[in-house]
């Protein structure tokens, strides 16, 4: 019998290194994660990933995730860039439920 993968339950939210717990993740890995975004550029980021997806292949563009991860690997660069030294975060595999105190 084929073993199921690992799913993903954990949010998005700031987080203290000393709370970081869980095992490293498989590089290249897709996982499924909820996030909330703008309706506004949800909206023109599905409008563009459909448009270039059936019209224009040459893009590169076939699903949502291929415009959301490039931009967000970009983001998270000049992030690493401007305030960790230019050198990735301390990993972290699995984070907390809800916001953090001070956002609430």
Not at 40 to 49: K, P, T
Not at 51 to 64: D, I, K, M, Q, Y
Not at 78 to 102: H, I, T
Request: glycine fraction near 6%.
């Amino acid at each position: 019998m084929a073993q199921q993968p690992e799913l993903d339950h954990g949010e998005d939210v700031s987080l203290h290194a000393d709370q970081a717990t869980g095992r490293s993740r498989v590089a290249g890995r897709r996982v499924q994660r909820t996030v909330n975004f703008d309706q506004e550029v949800l909206d023109r980021a599905r409008a563009a990933a459909a448009h270039l997806a059936t019209h224009t292949p040459e893009a590169g563009v076939r699903s949502l995730a291929d415009i959301v991860n490039p931009a967000v690997a970009e983001r998270v660069a000049e992030l690493e860039e401007r305030f960790n030294s230019g050198q990735p975060f301390e990993p972290v595999f699995r984070l907390p439920a809800g916001r953090p105190r001070e956002w609430q």
